[in-house]
């Protein structure tokens, strides 16, 4: 059984439109996140989400919003899709202030034409 | 602003030697540090970490050195294995753990072991 899955794992689509990446984590960890590597390898977290409480980091775009129908899901949107958003984009979750340790999804490749 | 940087982008190192690689900071509100690995086309995964509290932590053929002074840590791997080359991610949380705030991740280096 895989900890925490996304999907897709890839996808290419065009610029302007929206899309979602879906993430589930079977773990029963309280905090879910969604992080984003871009071409310079960089992992940056865009969100934190823990009991209904949702952390943004400052620097992400407001066409990015995640959206958590339960404890155990947390979907990535992404509107009005820009070149620059082409990147490798992780799920991750964790038990909460317990040892900081994050398990992680596969990623999901996402290409803007 | 890199807080977590790990200067050197890969590093080669024979089968059976010492690996070390390296990550210096910055935030000295950070607090617990890990060490995750990752393979192409997969997620990182968790390899080893220390808190503040210590300066060393053993796992088997993986050791991590924390010297808070100079805000550096090191991750030992010895004897070096082929199944070791991977991408390996420095990473650093405040205030005792991940928590809502994540880690933060230094930039990578791609270790390559060579037969």
């Known amino acids: 059984d895989t900890a925490v899955s996304q999907t897709p794992k890839y996808l290419v689509t065009q610029m302007g439109n929206d899309k979602s990446i879906k993430c589930e984590q079977n773990l029963g960890h309280d905090t879910m996140y969604w992080y984003k590597q871009d071409s310079k390898k960089f992992l940056k977290i865009m969100f934190s989400y823990n009991n209904k409480e949702l952390i943004i980091n400052e620097t992400v775009p407001n066409r990015f919003s995640p959206k958590s129908p339960d404890k155990a899901h947390l979907n990535l949107h992404i509107n009005s899709l820009e070149l620059g958003d082409s990147a490798v984009y992780f799920c991750a979750s964790s038990q909460e202030l317990v040892s900081g340790e994050l398990f992680f999804g596969e990623g999901s490749r996402l290409t803007v034409l | 602003d890199q807080q977590v940087k790990q200067n050197s982008p890969s590093l080669s190192v024979q089968e059976g030697r010492i690996s070390i690689l390296n990550c210096d900071y910055t935030?000295?509100?950070?607090?617990?540090f890990l060490w995750y690995k990752k393979y192409p086309a997969e997620g990182p995964t968790f390899l080893i970490s220390i808190s503040s509290i210590k300066d060393k932590n053993e796992d088997g053929r993986f050791t991590v050195f924390l010297n808070k002074s100079a805000k550096h840590l090191s991750l030992h791997i010895v004897p070096s294995q082929p199944g070791d080359s991977a991408v390996y991610f420095c990473?650093?949380?405040?205030?005792?753990?991940?928590?809502?705030?994540?880690?933060?991740f230094g930039k990578g280096t791609h270790l390559i072991i060579q037969p």
């Open positions: 990473a650093a949380s405040g205030l005792g753990g991940g928590g809502a705030d994540g880690l933060t």
């Open positions: 935030n000295s509100m950070f607090d617990y």
